[in-house]
């Protein structure tokens, strides 16, 4: 199971009474099938996923799975707090038809969480899962990261393949890459150091910012994976100021407000994510219209 490419963790579309959009998202992927992504992760955090039931959750799997394209890797969200709900979960995925589980650290019971309780957790969840694991450190959203030398020794798993590692510490990405076999598949979850990341080993990226400029994202890893480092500086360059702007500082209501102005359906936030303010959106707009100029804006 390669996972090399960009893959855009895509959002859950709400509608203004805050239902489920379906409609909405199949649109939405319609529109990425035609862009060369490597698949989609679906219900992972800019997903919302810790605002959604487990039935809106499954009901987002299923219209995905429909709508995607042959040949997109589709990866579900699957991590919650218990160990036994993930390996629940991550089984639903794959009896769906989810090829892989995209599984984040626990992490409400912190001072509990030592590098002990990580290995067991994954290790768990590995053992038992229909379909192959790739580990979620997301340490902005948790407080905890999942250090080399803890991978190193989960990526001995034969059903953990890789890592979503989204600190945007590019040693961190460096000392995982050194510490695991060549097999195991480093992804990196931060645009704003997409590049160092190929250049070191990386093998793709799951970014926030690709759900609004999947395009500018692919030409950047293609690019790297070309050899093209001059083209791969540039983009990198270009790609800063909207995922400082929408990822970092906005979070989903301005990744949302930004699909919204480029003609995809992004739709409102789920409380308590409060909607931009009129200030906010006109920042998004200037950002977007210097690097995505051709676009046609949606409003």
Not at 13 to 26: E, K, N, V, Y
Not at 71 to 82: D, F, N
Not at 122 to 132: G, K, M, Q, S, Y
Request: hydrophobic share 45%; proline share 7%; charged share 20%.
């Amino acid at each position: 199971m390669k996972l090399h490419g960009i893959f855009p963790p895509i959002t859950t579309p709400f509608s203004s009474d805050g239902a489920l959009a379906l409609d909405a998202l199949r649109e939405n992927v319609a529109r990425y099938n035609r862009i060369r992504l490597g698949g989609y992760v679906v219900v992972g955090s800019t997903g919302e996923s810790v605002l959604l039931s487990f039935e809106e959750t499954e009901r987002v799997w299923e219209t995905v799975l429909e709508a995607a394209a042959p040949g997109k890797t589709l990866i579900a969200g699957t991590g919650v707090e218990a160990t036994k709900e993930t390996i629940e979960r991550t089984n639903r995925a794959a009896a769906l038809g989810y090829q892989v589980a995209l599984v984040r650290t626990p992490h409400y019971y912190k001072p509990q969480m030592t590098p002990a309780v990580e290995l067991e957790h994954f290790l768990r969840v590995a053992d038992t899962a229909r379909i192959p694991v790739l580990i979620y450190s997301v340490p902005q959203f948790t407080g905890l990261a999942v250090e080399a030398d803890t991978v190193a020794r989960l990526a001995e798993h034969p059903n953990i393949i890789g890592i979503k590692e989204s600190s945007g510490n590019v040693q961190r990405v460096a000392e995982i890459i050194h510490a695991t076999p060549r097999s195991f598949q480093t992804l990196v979850g931060s645009a704003s150091t997409l590049y160092p990341s190929l250049a070191l080993g990386a093998v793709g990226a799951i970014l926030a910012v690709a759900c609004v400029l999947p395009e500018l994202c692919v030409e950047l890893y293609e690019a790297s994976r070309a050899g093209d480092t001059e083209r791969a500086s540039t983009l990198q360059d270009r790609l800063l100021a909207p995922t400082l702007k929408l990822v970092a500082e906005l979070g989903i209501p301005g990744i949302k407000y930004a699909m919204d102005w480029l003609s995809y359906y992004g739709g409102p936030a789920r409380r308590p994510l409060l909607p931009l303010t009129d200030a906010q959106k006109r920042e998004v707009e200037t950002v977007l219209a210097a690097v995505a100029p051709v676009s046609a804006p949606g409003k």
